[in-house]
T-cell receptor, first 118, second 115 residues
Framework: DAGVIQSPRHEVTEMGQEVTLRCKPI?????LFWYRQTMMRGLELLIY????????DSGMPEDRFSAKMPNASFSTLKIQPSEPRDSAVYFC????????????????FGPGTRLTVL | AQKVTQAQTEISVVEKEDVTLDCVYE???????LFWYKQPPSGELVFLIR??????QNEISGRYSWNFQKSTSSFNFTITASQVVDSAVYFC????????????FGTGTSLTVIP
């Protein structure tokens, strides 16, 4: 079975450009999570979806960040406009949750997208 | 104040030794969840365990075990008979639910297992 798929694996862009990160969760999973990891801030949960609905986006750093999940098999994290401080590794994870809160089941992570904003 | 404290920044042990990674959390919620994640040198994240605040039973999974003690607000992780493949950064995390869903990671403990 395919795991969580993220694309691209690496992205280098210039400040001010729009960046779109993509994630395909494991088929059948109903929850999807976006995380960010930087040296300065460590690991952060940005947003998570349950049944395609954003449950909590309190971790999203600012309005430049937006995330969507138009269907059960696809999610995007968009940064517009990008800034150098957005440089990080962005992880997507999926799981099969019993309820809307972060729950019992294992989260499966994608390989991450390493974003560099020059 | 730190919501999740992993006081051990780096630990080195010799293969086959047991090692305990400490995690202390702070919350006023009555319902919360605790997590451990592993990040090996290759960079991927691996989810290890989730516990809810109502279940203080210790958990054992192979060489891994977790000790959850609400009295000391700790959720420690022990690796028995460590192996080189256990070398990684380990993150503890807390999810609070009473006031929406807030998620906090510790700063991680880097474990090196020396052959």
């Amino acid at each position: 079975d395919a795991g969580v798929i993220q694309s691209p694996r690496h992205e280098v862009t210039e400040m001010g450009q729009e960046v779109t990160l993509r994630c395909k969760p494991i088929s059948g999973h109903n929850s999807l999570f976006w995380y960010r990891q930087t040296m300065m801030r460590g690991l952060e949960l940005l947003i998570y979806f349950n049944n395609n609905v954003p449950i909590d986006d309190s971790g999203m750093p600012e309005d430049r960040f937006s995330a969507k999940m138009p269907n059960a098999s696809f999610s995007t994290l968009k940064i517009q406009p990008s800034e150098p401080r957005d440089s990080a590794v962005y992880f997507c994870a999926s799981s099969l949750e019993e309820g809307i809160f972060l729950s019992t089941d294992t989260q499966y992570f994608g390989p991450g997208t390493r974003l560099t904003v020059l | 104040a730190q919501k999740v404290t992993q006081a051990q920044t780096e630990i080195s042990v010799v293969e086959k030794e047991d090692v305990t990674l400490d995690c202390v959390y702070e919350t006023r919620d009555t319902t919360y969840y605790l997590f451990w994640y592993k990040q090996p040198p290759s960079g991927e994240l691996v989810f290890l365990i989730r516990r809810n605040s109502f279940d203080e039973q210790n958990e054992i999974s192979g060489r891994y075990s977790w000790n959850f003690q609400k009295s000391t607000s700790s959720f420690n992780f022990t690796i028995t008979a460590s192996q080189v493949v256990d070398s990684a950064v380990y993150f503890c995390a807390l999810s609070e639910t009473n006031t929406g869903n807030q998620f906090y990671f510790g700063t991680g403990t880097s474990l090196t297992v020396i052959p």
